[in-house]
């Protein structure tokens, strides 16, 4: 699919930055150097927003697909409308497909080009998932890639590599965990990784959350 290179995005380029992270990274630096701002402090929110605040809405549309089979089957049809009714939409989530993990099939998200990335429900993109090795070997070796993540998938389970472009962002419905039989959305919502909902990892176990 063709990328759109207008939208704000870091592109492969060397460390080539937008003017947007351009404008940002000066003014972070003018506020540290100022003693606004502590950088380790800085360091903290975006880990937050990266791994706990913004994915808690991905995890809350998978849990909802998980306990409501019409909401399940509304989210693999018009994952875009499924996922507005919850709440969730804004900029970088104009227009979502989701697809679901199986058995038999495993998903992976990346965006070869640049950096599309659903922030409407997962958050701020880690910074791994920007890099120029992820977005190259993701599509050449996926599996390799997933070893290296420590997912390591059976022989059979076949792996489908999703590009993100401008125009669609994707979001991964992990397999339901077993032993999980009569949870609430909400219990179930704290199994839902960040890294469930790219592919680069499974649901949690819930035995290691008791």
């Known amino acids: 699919m063709p990328h759109d290179h207008d939208h704000d995005h870091d592109h492969d380029g060397g460390s080539a930055l937008s003017p947007t992270a351009l404008r940002v990274k000066a003014l972070e630096s003018l506020l540290v150097e100022k003693g606004y701002v502590d950088p380790d402090a800085l360091d903290v929110i975006v880990e937050t927003y990266e791994t706990k605040i913004g994915p808690r809405n991905g995890a809350s549309v998978v849990a909802k697909a998980w306990t409501d089979p019409e909401y399940k089957a509304w989210l693999l049809k018009d994952a875009t409308a499924a996922i507005a009714s919850l709440g969730f939409t804004g900029r970088q989530g104009e227009h979502m497909v989701a697809v679901e993990n199986t058995p038999d099939t495993h998903n992976l998200i990346v965006c070869t080009l640049c950096s599309c990335y659903p922030w409407s429900v997962l958050g701020l993109p880690p910074v791994w998932y920007k890099a120029p090795p992820y977005r190259s070997r993701a599509v050449i070796d996926p599996r390799s890639v997933l ?59 819930p035995g290691a959350r008791s």
């Open 147 to 205: 070893a290296e993540f420590g997912l390591d998938l059976p022989a059979e389970t076949a792996i489908r590599v999703w590009d993100s472009t401008a125009e669609i962002r994707y979001l991964v419905l992990p397999m339901r965990p077993e032993r999980t039989e009569g949870w609430s959305a909400e219990k179930l919502a704290t199994l839902v990784t960040r890294d469930s909902m790219i592919g680069t990892a499974l649901a949690s176990d």
